[in-house]
C-alpha cells in the first residue's frame, strides 16, 4: 500500500540543525511531489514547502526561507527536510506527505487541474529544541 | 498569503445530529478557467497526521463515509456531517491550494454534546 515512513524523534540544542526523513513506497515516487507540515504543539498546520523528486524543483514558505532545505534521494526513494539554526519556536511535530507533481502557479496548467494531493501523510516527526 | 479563517473554533453536537463548519478565504480561491476551487477539508484525530476528506471544496476522497460532504465557492465554504458519529470527533481544518504558501485555517474542534 501506499505510505511515508518518517524517522524518529529528535532533540536539538538551540542553534543546532535537523534533518527529517520520509521514505516512500507503494507508488512511483517520482511522479508525485513531496510537501511538508509542522504542526506547533497545540497548535495548526503550517505548510513549510514543496519539492519536486523528478527534478529537484523546491518552493518554501517565506518565513522559513534560508532556514529549510529539502531535497531527495530517488534511489532510495526518500525525501528529507532540514532546518537549520533551530529555536524554540522550531519545536513542533514535523509531517511529509504526497503532494502534486507540480508547485505554485504551475499547478493552475491544463496539464495538473486533476491532481490532488496531501492524500498520503506520514506519520510524523516530533522535532523538540531545549537547552 | 491567502488566510483561511474557520468558524466555530468549537463545536458540540450531539449523536446523529448535523454538525457545520464554516471556511472563509481572504481572496477567491476560484480558478476561473477550470471552475475549480481550490480548497480541501482534512480531519486530524489526537496523535495522528491529518486525513484528507475532500477536495476541489467538494469531493470526497475514496473511503470517506458521504455523510461527509463540502460545499461553497469563490471565498465561502462548508463541511456538513450530516449524522454525526462518535468516530467524527476530531480537529477539522480546511485548506487552500491555489497559492502557495498553501494555508490552512485555525482549526475546529468538533465533539459530542
Known amino acids: 500500500q501506499v505510505q511515508l515512513v518518517q524517522s524518529g524523534g529528535e532533540v536539538k540544542r538551540p542553534g543546532a540543525s535537523v534533518k527529517v526523513s520520509c521514505k516512500a513506497s507503494?507508488?512511483?515516487?517520482?511522479?508525485?511531489?513531496i510537501t511538508w507540515v509542522r504542526q506547533a504543539p497545540g497548535q495548526g498546520l503550517e505548510w513549510m514547502g514543496w519539492?519536486?523528486?523528478?527534478?529537484?524543483?523546491?518552493k518554501y514558505a517565506q518565513n522559513l526561507q534560508g532556514r529549510v532545505t529539502l531535497t531527495t534521494d530517488t534511489s532510495t526513494s526518500t525525501a528529507y527536510a532540514e532546518l537549520r539554526g533551530l529555536t524554540s519556536d522550531d519545536t513542533a511535530v514535523y509531517f511529509c506527505?504526497?503532494?502534486?507533481?507540480?508547485?505554485?502557479?504551475?499547478?493552475?496548467?491544463?496539464?495538473?487541474?486533476?491532481?490532488?494531493?496531501?492524500?498520503?501523510w506520514g506519520q510524523g516527526t516530533t522535532v523538540t529544541v531545549s537547552s | 498569503d491567502i488566510v483561511m479563517t474557520q468558524s466555530p473554533d468549537s463545536l458540540a453536537v450531539s449523536l446523529g445530529e448535523r454538525a457545520t463548519i464554516n471556511c472563509k478565504s481572504s481572496?477567491?480561491?476560484?480558478?476561473?478557467?477550470?471552475?475549480?476551487?481550490?480548497l480541501a477539508w482534512f480531519q486530524q484525530k489526537l496523535g495522528q497526521p491529518p486525513k484528507l476528506l475532500l477536495y476541489?471544496?467538494?469531493t470526497r476522497e475514496s473511503g470517506v463515509p458521504d455523510r461527509f460532504s463540502g460545499s461553497g465557492s469563490g471565498t465561502d465554504f462548508t463541511l456538513t456531517i450530516s449524522s454525526l458519529q462518535a468516530e467524527d470527533v476530531a480537529i477539522y481544518y480546511c485548506?487552500?491550494?491555489?497559492?502557495?504558501?498553501?494555508?490552512f485555517g485555525q482549526g475546529t474542534n468538533l465533539e459530542i454534546k
Open positions: 506527505a504526497r503532494e502534486r507533481p507540480c508547485g505554485g502557479d504551475e499547478c493552475l496548467l491544463p496539464l495538473y487541474w486533476y491532481y490532488y494531493g496531501f492524500d498520503v
Open positions: 507503494g507508488y512511483t515516487f517520482t511522479t508525485y511531489g
Open positions: 519539492i519536486s523528486p523528478y527534478n529537484g524543483d523546491t
Open positions: 481572496q477567491s480561491i476560484l480558478y476561473s478557467s477550470n471552475s475549480q476551487n481550490y
Open positions: 476541489w471544496a467538494s
Open positions: 485548506q487552500q491550494y491555489y497559492r502557495t504558501p498553501y494555508t
